[in-house]
């Protein structure tokens, strides 16, 4: 039985290569891949940011009694306020600062790892794209078999002949699952990628939707679209 490695994804260098019911399908939807969407490339990558701890200053027991809870434009001007002064008036930094309890008044101020995922597109088609639901998938890179993957819904409108990068934010990292043949073939890229488009939605109200997906899985996707 192959064995199984749990590892973190840590700074690891960006990796790139080159709705039925409501909805009526359109023409193309027993291909296993839109007929007018060309992938020109996909890629991923990590940064860290640093950010407030919601259990000092923000935490719902630091409340401001007559305003009640702070405003996301109070939070964050206070974060660029803390942020602009000198490290003197800041404390000590994090390597010399003494261990203690936080308190309610105490700035914790804590890094936060963030994974982006891209994904740039041509609609080769003659009608206008009103939106996308597309799965990054990591992969064994000896057998193939699927480690973890991503589904995003993207919502951008691409008219023929035109290309759009679709970018996602997410907290979780390309995968933390992956097999000890992989790791022997490449110890730092131990996996596999590739994207698959699974509903497409047009201008016209049709969608396209990825037979190997399931029924009724873009109504979502159209619903939305639908909205915008």
């Known amino acids: ?12 260098s960006a990796s790139t290569s080159s709705a039925q019911s409501g909805a009526q399908t359109a023409s193309g939807a027993a291909a296993a891949a839109p007929p007018d969407v060309l992938i020109l490339k ?3 990558r990590n ?3 640093v950010r407030a701890s919601e259990d000092s200053i923000f935490s719902a027991s630091n409340q401001n009694l007559e305003g009640g809870a702070p405003t996301r434009q109070e939070k964050a001007a206070t974060i660029r306020n803390a942020a602009s002064l000198p490290q003197r008036e800041r404390g000590p930094s994090p390597a010399k600062a003494p261990i203690e309890a936080p308190t309610a008044k105490s700035k914790s101020w804590h890094p936060s790892e963030q ?9 080769t088609g003659a009608k206008k794209i009103t939106a996308l639901e597309w799965a990054y998938i990591f992969t064994d890179p000896v057998t193939g078999e699927e480690l973890n993957s991503h589904t995003f819904q993207s ?16 907290a979780a990292p390309p995968t933390r699952l992956v ?9 730092r890229k131990p996996f596999g990628e590739q994207v698959i488009i699974r509903c497409v939605a047009y201008a016209d109200l049709t969608v396209w939707e990825n037979p190997t997906k399931g029924k ?3 109504q979502s996707l159209f619903n939305r ?3 915008r």
């Open 1 to 12: 039985m192959r064995a199984l490695l749990i590892i973190t994804l840590l700074l690891m």
């Open 42 to 44: 996909k890629s991923w």
């Open 47 to 49: 940064y860290f940011r």
């Open 115 to 123: 994974f982006v995922y891209q994904l740039k597109i041509k609609n």
């Open 155 to 170: 919502f951008s409108r691409i008219k023929p002949d035109k290309s759009s990068t679709l970018t996602v934010t997410s």
């Open 179 to 187: 097999t000890a043949r992989g790791l022997e073939k490449d110890s």
């Open 216 to 218: 009724g899985d873009c």
């Open 225 to 227: 679209a639908r909205k």
